[in-house]
């Protein structure tokens, strides 16, 4: 699903959109984009309103910390979002929802 034009996604920040019903957090890397769930699973705060530090955003009510890439914690435990696969074609950015089986990555 069409999400934006990537011109208009703010370099190294999040930001959220509601797609078929659900809240997903969208960042911008230079040219490629990264897509959570933006709910955090620990109390709720927006992830798309935390701060991304290299490919790693922390919720900003408990700094709670998940790598956009994957959904996992930076260490590999805790807590985990669901990540969505993004595409971006000739300038604009495209949210696939449909969940990837994270072992066989398909």
């Known amino acids: 699903m069409f999400v934006a034009n990537l011109e208009d996604l703010?370099?190294?920040?999040?930001?959220?959109?509601?797609?078929?019903?659900?809240?997903?957090?969208?960042?911008?890397?230079?040219?490629?984009?990264?897509?959570?769930?933006?709910?955090c699973p620990h109390q709720g705060a927006s992830l798309g309103k935390g701060r991304l530090k290299g490919f790693v955003v922390a919720c900003p009510w408990h700094h709670q910390q998940f790598d956009i890439r994957t959904g996992f914690g930076p260490d590999g435990g805790g807590y985990c979002v669901v990540n969505y696969d993004v595409h971006v074609t000739k300038g604009q950015v495209f949210v696939c929802l449909k969940k990837r089986d994270w072992l066989s990555g398909e």
């Open 10 to 39: 703010p370099q190294g920040k999040g930001r959220v959109f509601k797609i078929q019903g659900k809240s997903v957090a969208v960042f911008r890397i230079d040219d490629r984009c990264f897509a959570i769930n933006d709910i």
